[in-house]
C-alpha cells in the first residue's frame, strides 16, 4: 500500500517536473524572425554596413556592386501563427512557424503581391539561421529577402 | 620451661601466618611458637583480625550482589534475545520494502533525470547541411533556382515572377 503511494506521488511529480521542464511546452516556442529587404544591384558601388555578413555571404554567389538595406522587419510570432512584413511594390511576405523539427523550425513563407499569392514554400530553418529569398527586380537592380530565426 | 630455640621475630611470623615460609623455616617456625606465648598471641590476632576481615567482605559482597543476582542477569539476556529475534521479522519486512523501492524508484528517478536532461539540453547545432532544407515550393512563377553559399551553406531561393 505504501509501495503504491510512493509510485502515485512519483509518477505525478515525474510529471509535473516535465510540465515545468519543458520548454517548448504545448504551445510551443516564440520564434524570433527577422526579414531585411535588400537593394543588390550593379548600378554603383555600395556596402550598407548594417549588412556586412551577408554582403560577405551574397558575394560568393552573386555579383552585384550595391547592396543596400531598404528596410527591416522584426516580429516575434508563437506556432501556427503569421507573422506579415510589407515589402515594395505592395508585396507582402506571410511567415507562419509550423513546427519544430530537432534543431530547426519549420516555416511556411507566402509572398504576395497586390494579394495575389506569388509563391509558397516550405522550408526548415535552422535555429539560429537564415535564408534568402530574391528575384523581383525593383529600381534596377533586384529584391532580396533574408528571414533569419531563432528560439 | 624449654626455651625457644629462635628469637622472636615478627616478620617471619607474617610470613608464617601468610604460608610464604620455606618448610625448613615453617618447621622451625612452629617449633618456636610451640614454646613462645607472645608469638603465639600474636599469630591468634592475626588469625581472629583475618576472619574478621573475611566476614565483614563477605556479608558486603552478599548485600552488594543479592542471591538472584545471577538469574536476573540470565533473564534479562533472555529477554534481549527474545526482542532481538522478534525485530527480525520487522527488519525482514523494511528491507522488502527497500527492494521493492529500489526496484521501482531508482529506475523512475533514472527516467525523470533522463527526460529533464533532454528537456532542457537542446542538440549541437549541426554545422553540416545548408541553413535552410526547403520542403515543399509552389507558386505562379517562371523559374526558381535553390542556391547554397560555399562557406557557410547559407540557402538561397531566387524566383522570376511572370508579371
Known sequence: MRLRKYIIVLFLSSVLMMGLADPLGAAGPKINIVVKTVLASQNAKFADPRLSDLIKELQSVFKYSSYRLLSQNNMTVGMKKTGRASLPENRVLKITPIGIRGNRTELRLELFKKNRQIFQTVIQLLNPGAITVGGPKYKGGYLLFNISNSF | ?163
Not at chain 2, 565483614?56 to 529477554?79: C, G, N, W
Request: net charge neutral.
Open chain 2, 1 to 163: 620451661m624449654k626455651k625457644s630455640r629462635r628469637k622472636c621475630d615478627p616478620i617471619l611470623l607474617n610470613k608464617f601466618f601468610d604460608k610464604e615460609l620455606r618448610p625448613d623455616e615453617r618447621a622451625q617456625m612452629t617449633e618456636h611458637l610451640r614454646d613462645c606465648p607472645s608469638c603465639q598471641k600474636a599469630l591468634q590476632e592475626n588469625e581472629s583480625l583475618s576472619a574478621l576481615f573475611t566476614d565483614s567482605l563477605d556479608k558486603s559482597v552478599s548485600q552488594a550482589i543479592p542471591d538472584d543476582f545471577e538469574y536476573r542477569i540470565i533473564s534479562k539476556l533472555e529477554t534481549r534475545n527474545s526482542k532481538l529475534e522478534s525485530l527480525i521479522p520487522i527488519l525482514n519486512s523494511q528491507f522488502s520494502i527497500l527492494n521493492s523501492l529500489k526496484k521501482f524508484f531508482i529506475p523512475a528517478m533514472a527516467t525523470a533525470i533522463l527526460i529533464l536532461f533532454f528537456s532542457f539540453t537542446k542538440p549541437p547545432a549541426s554545422v553540416a547541411g545548408p541553413s535552410a532544407i526547403v520542403s515543399s515550393f509552389t507558386g505562379d512563377i517562371a523559374s526558381v533556382m535553390i542556391l547554397e553559399t560555399p562557406e557557410s551553406h547559407q540557402t538561397i531561393i531566387w524566383f522570376n515572377e511572370t508579371f
